[in-house]
């Protein structure tokens, strides 16, 4: 199994609402990361976990929280989103500090 | 400043066409990371390489240090090729934190 898989594909939410965004793997990874790419931009890389530990956050606001309740899942939540954080959120993985990063289709987020 | 340049920014080929799509970057690194998105979709990892070259079905990269250079070659190009190819740089300092390409927009024609 080589996969990331995200979910959900699609959101839309409210600036009220509270909603989160899930990243599986089972590749036995132990780098997961949030990365957010807006239309026609590379992707900008938002928080790393290694060893289910975070050790990167990218100054970014706090209505992002990011979650690793073990190894092989990294959750996003999100509260009180402005509209312009509607963009494309990927979630990767790598199987340690440098290495070949797996990406999932992402989840392309809608706030109203 | 870390900068990654790529070139072209778009490209359009005729269906067998060879295809190269370059990579420059300012200072030394410690891997180079070739990725395909298709529109809309995921990003999918062609190659990690930090010398040499490598090949993977009709797709080959290569990589110069000395010069800070990397280039990826589409063999037999193909409709389903068409894609953004996104070039980004480990410069070895925080994991994870990649340095992008604007990437290269490739659409081929049949």
């Known amino acids: 199994d080589t996969e990331v898989t995200q979910t959900p594909k699609h959101l839309v939410m409210g600036m009220t609402n509270k909603k989160s965004l899930k990243c599986e793997q089972h590749?036995?990874?132990?780098?997961m990361y949030w990365y957010k790419q807006k239309a026609k931009k590379p992707p900008e890389l938002m928080f790393v976990?290694?060893?289910?530990?975070?050790?990167i956050n990218e100054s970014v606001p706090s209505r992002f929280s990011p979650e690793c309740p073990n190894s092989s899942l990294l959750n996003l939540h999100l509260h009180a989103l402005q509209p312009e954080d509607s963009a494309l959120y990927l979630c990767?993985?790598?199987?340690?500090?440098?290495?070949?990063?797996?990406f999932g289709e992402g989840s392309r987020l809608t706030v109203l | 400043k870390n900068e990654v340049e790529q070139s072209p920014q778009n490209l359009t080929a005729q269906e067998g066409e060879f295809i190269t799509i370059n990579c420059s970057y300012s200072?030394?690194?410690?891997?180079l990371h070739w990725l395909q998105q298709h529109p809309g979709g995921g990003i999918v990892s062609l190659f990690m390489?930090?010398?040499g070259k490598k090949k993977h079905g009709r797709l080959i990269a290569t990589i110069n240090i000395q010069e800070k250079h990397s280039s990826l070659h589409i063999t037999a190009s193909h409709p389903r090729d068409s894609a953004v190819y996104i070039c980004?740089?480990?410069?070895?300092?925080?994991?994870?934190?990649?340095?992008f390409g604007k990437g290269t927009k490739l659409s081929v024609k049949p």
């Open positions: 976990y290694s060893y289910e530990k975070l050790s």
């Open positions: 390489l930090s010398s």
């Open positions: 980004a740089v480990d410069y070895g300092g925080s994991q994870g934190n990649l340095i």
């Open positions: 990767a993985s790598s199987r340690g500090v440098t290495g070949e990063l797996f």
């Open positions: 200072v030394g690194i410690s891997a």
């Open positions: 590749m036995g990874h132990r780098a």
